[in-house]
């Protein structure tokens, strides 16, 4: 790791003009993951701008929206009132992720913004073309279990591996962005590209943004809404295969049914068909079985990760099952 | 003797260890130290064509780059080092990790900065990196450490031929790394023609030896001291590069440099458990007793190696089987050499003990059942019964705890809730070592004790049992004994590997105390101020730190009073023999299985122990959990992945390389029969074993996951998608 400036900016203001001004900067929110990249050479920055002291750190709700402070904690989002009340997906996935230590520290601004966890990437001395474009991916024909089986393709199959950012793709949730050219918000499924050509460019966000807020809007269908996450050891562990699902009925008859996967895609994975396919019709297994089988048409699995086409399906006919009382 | 042997005594480290007043190696403060970071190669195969250092050393803080045009010309040692070459004497490139450089700087991010500015160009030449693609290059292996690795008894051929029933399975399992909490460390002090080194290592003798080798130094001249160690699980038994680069790099410096590897580099340099292949063929009457075993294993080697660490010793001697053959099959790769960890003789009996599941159910005999029909009671290295195994007793205790009668045999028939419940169970057994060993014991003007021995705390309880034994044998309280370990001024005592530390050492401590308590004794009958003046020695027993007149309680005095008036310390060694050998026992292992998830946790685990004589329940149990736990990662989640093109290690860190949690490891009921053995009475009738416990946890879980759902896994680990 190289050495680097460090300069804790006052407001969202003056840490936005500090970027604009600093080549190679960055900005540092818990550091959790910033820091281990910049350790293991897959990242380097000559300065780092700290954000924690910008006032962005609150968790409010209004009667339209849930808004998270972007540097507000993992932890204190996990465990507050309204959000576990309302949002119960969204503070299930947080408890799901890491570790306690880990979410005291790390910000939800962060979170979205962590790396893949793609070996290949984070070794730098390991081709990749998100790292270094141009590369080669050699995940495809290597080590890929961790890998997407949805929307990769020949530059890059990297899953992106927040929690977070799956629950709030379910719930349609928008992202604050400030930066030289001032304010603008962008909806989360929007906000993460797929890899095409271009791994490395892996949001919508332009030079020198910084995120703000993530705002959540209040919808019934969110009360009701569970985040499964299935992976390779009881904890600590990011996912293998994950769903966000919120699901409202009126008798057996879905009306609303918001879902979202993780570990599957090479971004927090939303498939409005899959959705479409069950909404006016009785739940039913037969209704989920088919919603599932739509949700990995276009799947490109890889050797080891072929398991996720059916185990995402499993894991879907479990989710709604269980929101839907179907057992 | 006041009894403080077999108790559950805290351990006396504890508080050092919990209040960070314990220093470990790299906490040792030189001053003037500079501090190293390696430069590992970035190919496996080849040659390093061009180094350039410039912008290194243009760096700031960078005192020196050196590369193999540098390094001293060092003369390659023999085992405890492992490796069949040093790195940097030479250009080859063995595998990819390999250090080609080695920076020294003021501080550690310096020299770490500085790593990754030096350019090193290479001749690369492709890798073998894959076991499956040279399994027909597989040969057998010479003699590895006087060991061959083809070993027959009888005719196992005919006799399987023979056989009534047969069982003929494929079994694997992975590359796994051993990944101690404290990384490896290694700081070099010369005086002179002197060196300290302050290093992580569970042998301090064995480091001392490979340097002072390595470096054509008198082992005199050699001071290696490691008072604590943050686990080692054999990663730290042999002696690695790092060290012998360390004290070159120092050398040339002409100043102490420190070494701490990265987590990344722990991945390549301190040597792995070998992935492995093995067919297994059980030959056995219809009846279940065992006619033959041909067990057939292919191990990972590489191009200049061909040790076997994981040799199939269970196959040799836990069954009374008399056709047996075995032969250490390996391949040559390009990686790095492996090592042994973590109970190296797991990986074949994970194979032994799936294939007696699997025999059991061909036969339609209960697997605890087949094990006692099978059970041996000839000492192989005697050829005479064993004096004391006591491992019938153990798979009694074990099930009995476990409510083993109330199984349902056939798979898939134990349900609860949406879960599968599988009971499944396997024999327990590892080698011990004995490493000839001396201590010395010093009784003070004070009347306190004092230990030195050259063994050290791994972890596992040293310090604490071996002030046990000394203050049972002084008949002392435990606080009035210190023990110091871990530094090659003590006398040279056992390393810390291969389950040797007890039984090696804990008959020279005993004798040693002994001898101090007759030594004390015989000072005061033959003082005249002393009460005791004139009682027959033999008639004087020492308690509470007192010594007492049998039958005249009244004459007494303390060690303290006897050493005072005596005016000068008593110092004593003590050696004596003991034999290496085996412990046993037998775990049973319960598991919930959600199929359609793939979700599968042990929830439950009954172990029941036969150590010989337990010297401390307390650190006799920590073993056991941890052994346990140790088994479960094997079993489910341990696996170090190579990039099929490169030879690389992609997971080298504890994010992509899963061990255990807390939240994976189930409750533990540590049972133990506890009867000292006749044959290692040396050593109080304890035997070695820190390695049994584990052994059998690997195939008990897979015998319990065929028996919750009817699929027989054989190769670890068991992950999810297996399960679907
Ligand atoms: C051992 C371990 C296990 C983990 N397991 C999980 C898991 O199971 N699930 C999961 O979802 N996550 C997991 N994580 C990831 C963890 O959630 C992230 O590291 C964390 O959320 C990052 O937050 P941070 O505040 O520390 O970000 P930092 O490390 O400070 O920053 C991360 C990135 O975000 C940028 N950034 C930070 N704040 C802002 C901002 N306001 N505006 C613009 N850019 C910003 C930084 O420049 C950097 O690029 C794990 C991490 C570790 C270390
Ligand atoms: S999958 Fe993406 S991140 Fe991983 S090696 Fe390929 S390009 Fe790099």
């Not at chain 2, 990039?643 to 992609?650: C, G, I, L, N, S």
């Not at chain 2, 390389?657 to 009475?681: G, I, N, Q, T």
């Amino acid at each position: 790791m190289r050495a680097f400036g460090y300069t804790v900016a006052g407001s969202p203001a003056e840490a936005v003009r500090i970027a604009a001004r600093t080549p190679d900067s960055t900005f540092v929110a818990g550091g959790t993951d910033l820091l281990n990249l910049m350790r293991d050479g897959a990242e380097a920055h000559d300065h780092l701008i700290d954000v924690n002291r910008l006032g962005i750190g609150e968790v409010a709700l209004d009667r339209r929206r849930l808004r998270l402070g972007a540097t507000a904690r993992m932890r204190r989002v996990a465990e507050h009132p309204a959000v576990r009340r309302e949002f119960p997906v969204l503070s299930e996935a947080l408890l799901a992720s890491a570790s306690p230590q880990v979410r005291n520290m790390a910000s939800i601004g962060g979170n979205l913004l962590q790396r893949t966890r793609c070996g290949y990437f984070r070794d730098s001395a390991s081709p990749c073309n998100k790292r270094v474009p141009g590369s080669g991916c050699p995940a495809i024909t290597g080590h890929n279990r961790g890998h997407a089986i949805l929307g990769g393709g020949d530059h890059c199959i990297a899953t992106h591996p927040s929690d977070l950012a799956v629950a709030l793709t379910a719930l349609d949730a928008t992202v604050g962005l400030l930066g030289p050219g001032g304010e603008r918000a962008v909806p989360i499924a929007d906000f993460y590209l797929l890899p095409g050509s271009t791994p490395e460019q892996e949001t919508a966000m332009r030079p020198g943004e910084l995120i703000t807020w993530v705002d959540v809007p209040r919808t019934s269908v969110a009360g009701h809404s569970r985040y499964l996450k299935l992976r390779d050891r009881a904890t600590f562990e990011f996912a293998v295969v994950s769903v966000a699902a919120a699901l409202r009925t009126r008798g057996r008859v879905v009306q609303d049914v918001r879902l979202a996967f993780g570990g599957v895609g090479t971004r927090p994975w939303r498939d409005l068909r899959v959705e479409a396919a069950l909404r006016g019709r009785p739940l039913t297994g037969q209704a989920i079985a088919e919603a599932g089988r739509l949700l990995v048409a276009d799947a490109k699995p890889y050797e080891g990760n072929r398991f996720k086409v059916e185990l995402v399906q499993r894991a879907l006919v479990s989710i709604l099952s269980d929101l839907g009382g179907l057992r | 003797m006041s009894g403080l042997v077999g108790q559950g005594v805290a351990r006396v480290d504890g508080r050092a260890k919990v209040t960070g007043a314990a220093r470990y190696a790299a906490d040792s403060e030189v001053p003037g130290v500079l501090h190293g970071f390696l430069v590992m190669s970035t190919i496996a195969r080849g040659e390093v064509v061009e180094i350039d250092t410039s912008q290194a050393l243009a760096h700031p803080g960078v005192v020196a780059v050196y590369t193999h045009r540098d390094m001293p010309r060092l003369v390659l040692p023999d085992f405890p080092y492992n490796r069949r070459f040093i790195p940097m004497q030479d250009a080859r490139v063995h595998h990819n990790g390999q250090p080609v450089a080695y920076v020294v700087a003021q501080t550690l991010e310096q020299a770490q900065e500085a790593a990754n500015l030096v350019k090193v160009r290479y001749r690369a030449e492709a890798p073998v990196a894959r076991m499956e693609d040279v399994l027909d290059e597989a040969f057998l292996p010479d003699m590895f450490r006087n060991r061959p690795n083809e070993i027959a008894r009888g005719d196992a051929a005919a006799a399987l031929e023979r056989a009534e029933v047969r069982i003929d399975r494929t079994y694997s399992s992975p590359m796994q790394h051993h990944n101690p909490i404290e990384p490896h460390t290694s700081t070099a002090v010369w005086d002179g023609d002197t060196l300290t080194l302050y290093e992580s290592t569970q042998g301090v003798v064995f480091t001392r030896n490979v340097v002072a080798h390595a470096f054509g130094m008198g082992r005199d001249k050699v001071r290696v001291i490691s008072p604590y160690l943050g686990g080692g699980f054999g990663a730290k038994g042999p002696t690695y590069p790092h060290t012998l680069l360390t004290a070159a790099a120092a050398r040339l410096a002409g100043r102490p440099v420190k070494l701490v590897l990265s987590r990344a580099q722990m991945y390549t340099s301190n040597g792995h458990r070998a992935e492995y292949r093995r067919r297994l063929q059980l030959g056995a009457t219809r009846q279940g007793v065992l006619t033959a075993i041909v067990d057939t294993s292919t191990a990972q080697l590489t191009r200049i190696d061909e040790g076997i660490y994981n040799g199939s010793d269970s196959t040799l001697h836990l069954y009374a089987c008399p056709n047996v053959h075995v032969r250490q099959m390996g391949v040559r790769l390009d990686l790095p050499t492996s090592s042994y960890m973590r109970s190296p003789e797991t990986t074949a009996h994970f194979g032994l003990e799936t294939a007696m599941d699997e025999l059991s159910y061909e036969l339609g005999i209960d697997p605890v059942e087949l094990r006692i029909l099978n059970h041996n009671t000839v000492n192989p290295r005697t050829g005479a019964a064993y004096a004391g195994k006591h491992l019938l007793e153990c798979y009694r205790a074990a099930a009995e705890a476990f409510g083993w009668a109330r199984r349902h045999p056939r798979p898939g028939t134990m349900r609860d809730g949406d879960e599968y419940v599988g009971w499944g169970m396997a024999t327990e057994t590892h080698t011990y070592g004995w490493i000839e060993s001396e201590v010395g014991l010093t009784i003070g003007l004070d009347g306190r004790a004092t230990l030195r021995a050259a063994t050290q705390e791994i972890g596992t309880g040293t310090y604490t049992v071996l002030s046990q034994v000394v203050a049972d044998e002084l008949g002392m309280p435990l606080d009035q004994v210190t023990t110091l370990l871990g530094d090659t001024t003590y006398p040279s005592a056992s390393l810390s590997a291969g389950s040797s530390t007890m039984p090696s050492v804990v008959g020279p401590v005993a004798q040693a105390a002994r001898s101090a308590r007759e030594a004390v004794i015989a000072l005061a009958v033959a003082d005249p101020r002393s009460p005791l003046h004139g009682v027959p020695a033999e008639q004087v027993v020492a308690e509470g730190g007192r010594l007492f007149a049998r039958g005249d309680l009244g004459r007494r005095e303390g060690y303290r009073d006897v050493m005072a008036r005596h005016g000068r310390a008593v110092e004593v060694l003590g050696r004596g023999p003991n034999t290496p050998g085996h412990s046993f026992g037998a775990v049973f292992v319960e598991v919930r299985i959600q199929p359609r998830l793939g979700r599968l946790r042990v929830s439950r685990v009954v172990t029941a122990h036969d150590p010989g004589r337990v010297l401390n329940r307390r650190t006799a149990r920590g073993q056991v959990i941890g052994g346990v736990t140790w088994g479960i990662g094997f079993a489910l989640m341990e696996h170090t992945l190579v990039d099929p093109d490169t030879a690389r290690v992609v997971n080298p860190n504890l994010s992509g390389y899963l061990v255990p949690v807390c939240a994976d490891a189930p409750p533990v009921e540590a049972l133990f029969v506890d009867r000292p053995d006749p044959e290692s009475e040396i050593a109080l009738g304890a035997r070695g074993f820190g390695e049994t416990p584990g052994t059998g946890v690997p195939a008990a879980i897979g015998n319990a996951i065929y028996h919750a759902i009817g699929r027989r896994l054989r190769d670890v680990p068991f992950t999810r998608d297996k399960l679907l």
